[in-house]
């Protein structure tokens, strides 16, 4: 069964250090997703992209932020300088056609910002 | 804007109970969507069901059951006689369906902790 992948599962990064979050979507999928959760909290929906475009962002997502789909398969979250309350699991999701229908999930990556 | 509550943070139950997690949901919407998806210890997010706001029909797959009613804005998740397996947070989340198609974000609660003990 295809299944969306995301790494590395961990990263541990520095104050201030860029960091970039990778996942590759199912192929025939139309619509992406990240999503972050904090330690103990709900899953908060950062943003969401579609025709190779940002289509919603959450307050979340500020300037920091930024996604990219560089190629047909991989789908990128950056984050320029992290910060401490930056560290979350991130999960990547994506979706077929137009839906809205099951959103697949990755595995996330949890991220430490120390 | 939309919004999801699930009233119980924590509910531990004995192996074979059954237990009704509660989910209660706010949108300005006609058309929309709810789910649940099961987040065991392991942390992976994992889809159990999708309704759309038109179809309140009661569903039920194996121990699991959902009760949809748009009357009290609610879409409670049953699992009975209740497993080990079982335990995990459980997230009721809803997807209003936006303008032009171009998104399907989900709103998630704050999820309910299920522990079933032995």
């Known amino acids: 069964e295809p299944e969306v992948t995301q790494t590395p599962s961990h990263q541990v990064t520095q104050m201030g250090q860029e960091v970039i979050l990778r996942c590759v979507p199912i192929s025939n999928h139309l619509y992406f997703y990240w999503y972050r959760q904090i330690l103990g909290q709900k899953v908060e929906f950062l943003v969401s992209f579609y025709n190779n475009e940002i289509s919603e962002k959450s307050e979340i997502f500020d300037d920091q932020f930024s996604v990219e789909r560089p190629d047909g398969s991989n789908f990128t979250l950056k984050i320029r300088s992290t910060k401490l309350e930056d560290s979350a699991m991130y999960f990547c999701?994506?979706?077929?056609?137009?839906?809205?229908?099951?959103?697949?999930f990755g595995p996330g990556t949890r991220l430490t910002v120390t | 804007a939309q919004k999801v509550t699930q009233a119980q943070t924590e509910i531990s139950v004995v192996e074979k109970e059954d237990v009704t997690l509660d989910c209660v949901y706010e949108?300005?919407?006609?058309?929309?969507?709810l789910f649940w998806y099961k987040q065991p210890p392991s942390g992976e997010l994992v889809f159990l069901i999708r309704?759309?706001?038109?179809?309140?029909q009661n569903e039920i797959s194996g121990r699991y059951s959902w009760n949809f009613q748009k009357s009290t804005s609610s879409f409670n998740f049953t699992i009975t006689a209740s497993q080990v397996v079982d335990s995990a947070v459980y997230f009721c989340?809803?997807?209003?369906?936006?303008?032009?198609?171009?998104?399907?974000?989900?709103?998630f609660g704050k999820g309910t902790l299920l522990t079933v003990n032995p």
């Open positions: 949108t300005r919407d006609t058309t929309y969507y």
């Open positions: 989340a809803l997807s209003e369906v936006q303008s032009g198609g171009s998104n399907y974000k989900l709103t």
């Open positions: 999701a994506s979706e077929t056609n137009r839906g809205p229908n099951e959103q697949y």
């Open positions: 309704r759309n706001s038109f179809d309140e």
